[in-house]
């Protein structure tokens, strides 16, 4: 057993409607936009998520230098003292 740096990318998207009253279908987009970074959609964005694609990359650390195994300085620094 060792300890493993885990990268994790996940690519999700969230999509659903509103109905939202304006002027013109351009006004009603910047409306739903800004209501995006708002985090007026928070809800409804967590509800809708779905995980397009994943991504898992481990790389076997030392937790002793806090260094990638292969970058590990632990054997180099015990030869110096
Ligand atoms: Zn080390």
Redesign the pocket.
């Known amino acids: 057993m060792g300890w493993y740096n885990v990268r994790i990318g996940l690519s999700q998207s969230s999509t659903f409607e509103d109905m939202i009253e304006a002027d013109s279908c351009e006004e009603a987009e910047k409306i739903a936009s800004d209501s995006v970074w708002d985090d007026v959609y928070t809800s409804e964005i967590r509800a809708h998520l779905t995980i397009d694609d994943e991504d898992y990359d481990a790389l076997e650390w030392?937790v002793?230098?806090n260094?990638e195994i292969d970058d590990?300085?632990?054997e180099e620094d015990e030869d110096e003292s």
Do not use: A, T
Request: hydrophobic letters at 0%; charged letters at 30%; aromatic letters at 0%.
């Open positions: 030392c002793e230098c260094n590990c300085e632990c």
